[in-house]
């Protein structure tokens, strides 16, 4: 059975930092792409970062360049969202998704992210 189980949300003030985590199991990770997506209340989910299966690619929707970081690891089956400098409008509901062979998607439960002082 597949399962991404992210980790890492929390309360966190104007400008401060949070790590995500996404653990995966019973997937062949390493031939995913991963991406990270968000839902803020009242609005429909959103695209955050997307890297590809051997870390070459790395992209990013716009509001969060410079800002937050992907990354993966092959060997532990996890990819991280590092989020720096974060802002209100940052809150939300984050996603890990897995795209695989096939068109197969797969995804995370969600973790939350309050940017709030």
């Known amino acids: 059975q597949v399962q991404l189980l992210e980790s890492g949300g929390g309360l966190v003030q104007p400008g401060g930092s949070l790590k995500l985590s996404c653990a995966a199991s019973?997937?062949?990770?390493?031939?995913?792409?991963m991406k990270w997506f968000r839902q803020a209340p009242g609005k429909e989910r959103e695209w955050v970062a997307t890297?590809?299966?051997?870390?070459?690619?790395?992209l990013y929707t716009d509001s969060v360049k410079g800002r937050f970081t992907i990354a993966r690891d092959n060997v532990e089956k996890t990819v991280a969202l590092q989020m720096n400098n974060l802002k209100p409008e940052d809150t939300a509901v984050y996603y890990c998704?897995?795209?695989?062979?096939?068109?197969?998607?797969?995804w995370g439960q969600g973790t939350q992210v309050t940017v709030s002082s």
């Open positions: 998704n897995a795209r695989g062979p096939g068109a197969t998607i797969y």
């Open positions: 019973g997937l062949a990770f390493s031939s995913y792409t």
């Open positions: 890297i590809d299966t051997i870390d070459r690619m790395k």
